[in-house]
């Protein structure tokens, strides 16, 4: 049986808020923290600890961090109020958020510095796979760092892939998995919208589409937000500038070209730049859908 242990997840997000739920369903002592304080209020109602960070730094076995990007991390970690100084030794970092693996490899000399342990750990799976304990997580680290954050691991993962004895490994194949998503979506997007352009309705792409080999993973879960014209965001279109960026920043410091993620990444800033950022990513499909001068279905 796990033990019961103290946990913070820091960034109660879409992502990050089903994980401190998943955490604390586990049995364990968590402490959900964010720079929305409403956030904060609602997870504490549903059984959440209380205790601000700084109290808490000393005492807690584990440290999530599902914040949106490597800046974010690195204030969590190390900024003014920075909280890997005050854990106690032993206790371990879970950093989630997509990084480049050269961040991440800084992040785990650091931590380490303080006897502190760092598991490179991004997550894939969606807000829905979070709530219910069920993400995959690209995780690399030494073997310390997987034990020490194993309460973690089983708490919010249905998949671990261990990736390596080192941190920045998991941080790599995130990059990969991040080119094929934000690829897919704007494929999506653009088949979509040239369906429409030839007659083919949004209901009927998502009901032929999905039974043949044009499919993919994003093109279901995307594809019926741009049917019922609702882009609540579930994964937003502000995410994707960050990601494909870190992905293209990768890719040209190993002298690698990546033509399609940048056509990938130019229809998410021009998404952006339309206003549309705070959507839901599928709200990309709205940029073809000027361009081709479509129309996509409303939310009635």
Same mark, same amino acid.
């Not at 204030?75 to 032993?90: N, Y």
């Not at 069920?134 to 089983?154: E, H, K, N, P």
């Not at 671990?160 to 998503?181: C, E, I, R, Y």
């Given at each position: 049986?796990?033990k019961?242990?103290?946990?913070?997840?820091?960034?109660?997000g879409s992502?990050?808020y089903?994980?401190?739920?998943?955490v604390?369903?586990?049995g364990h002592q968590t402490h959900g923290?964010?720079?929305?304080p409403a956030?904060v209020?609602r997870?504490?109602?549903q059984?959440g600890?209380?205790?601000?960070?700084?109290s808490i730094a000393?005492s807690?076995d584990? !440290?999530?961090?599902v @914040?949106?990007? *490597? +800046?974010?991390?690195e204030?969590?970690? $190390? #900024?003014?109020m920075?909280? =890997?100084? &005050?854990m106690?030794?032993?206790s371990?970092?879970?950093?989630?958020?997509?990084?480049?693996?050269?961040?991440a490899?800084?992040?785990?000399d650091?931590c380490?510095d303080?006897?502190v342990?760092y598991l490179?750990?991004p997550?894939?799976?969606?807000?829905?796979?979070?709530a219910?304990?069920?993400?995959s997580?690209?995780?690399?680290g030494t073997?310390q760092?997987f034990?020490a954050?194993a309460?973690v691991?089983?708490?919010?993962?249905e998949?671990?892939f261990?990736?390596?004895?080192a941190?920045?490994?998991g941080s790599?194949?995130?990059a990969v998995?991040? !080119?094929?998503?934000? @690829?897919?979506? *704007? +494929?999506?997007?653009?088949a979509?919208? $040239? #369906?429409?352009?030839?007659? =083919?309705? &949004?209901e009927?792409f998502v009901?032929?589409?999905?039974?043949?080999?044009?499919?993919s993973?994003?093109?279901?879960?995307?594809?019926p937000?741009?049917?019922?014209g609702?882009?609540?965001?579930?994964?937003?279109v502000n995410?994707w500038?960050k990601d494909l960026?870190?992905?293209?920043d990768?890719?040209?410091?190993?002298?690698?070209?990546?033509?399609?993620t940048?056509a990938?990444l130019?229809?998410?800033?021009e998404?952006?730049a339309m206003?549309?950022g705070?959507e839901d990513?599928?709200?990309?499909?709205?940029?073809?859908a000027a361009r081709a001068?479509?129309?996509?279905p409303?939310?009635?």
């Amino acid at each position: 049986m796990t033990k019961t242990e103290q946990i913070a997840i820091v960034g109660l997000g879409s992502m990050g808020y089903g994980m401190a739920g998943s955490v604390l369903a586990a049995g364990h002592q968590t402490h959900g923290f964010d720079i929305n304080p409403a956030q904060v209020a609602r997870f504490q109602a549903q059984g959440g600890a209380d205790g601000d960070l700084d109290s808490i730094a000393g005492s807690i076995d584990a !440290l999530v961090v599902v @914040v949106l990007n *490597a +800046a974010q991390t690195e204030t969590v970690l $190390f #900024g003014e109020m920075g909280i =890997v100084p &005050a854990m106690k030794r032993g206790s371990v970092v879970v950093a989630c958020a997509t990084v480049p693996p050269a961040f991440a490899r800084d992040m785990a000399d650091r931590c380490a510095d303080y006897g502190v342990h760092y598991l490179d750990a991004p997550i894939s799976g969606g807000a829905a796979k979070a709530a219910a304990g069920r993400l995959s997580i690209m995780a690399s680290g030494t073997v310390q760092a997987f034990a020490a954050a194993a309460t973690v691991l089983d708490a919010t993962a249905e998949k671990v892939f261990t990736l390596g004895d080192a941190a920045g490994a998991g941080s790599a194949m995130k990059a990969v998995n991040q !080119l094929l998503a934000g @690829v897919h979506i *704007a +494929a999506m997007a653009e088949a979509l919208t $040239f #369906g429409l352009s030839q007659g =083919v309705s &949004a209901e009927k792409f998502v009901e032929v589409i999905p039974e043949c080999a044009g499919t993919s993973w994003m093109l279901e879960n995307r594809a019926p937000h741009i049917v019922t014209g609702d882009y609540t965001p579930h994964s937003s279109v502000n995410i994707w500038p960050k990601d494909l960026g870190i992905v293209l920043d990768i890719a040209r410091g190993a002298g690698f070209e990546a033509p399609v993620t940048e056509a990938a990444l130019a229809q998410f800033v021009e998404a952006a730049a339309m206003g549309l950022g705070g959507e839901d990513d599928a709200a990309v499909a709205k940029v073809y859908a000027a361009r081709a001068g479509v129309v996509l279905p409303k939310n009635d």
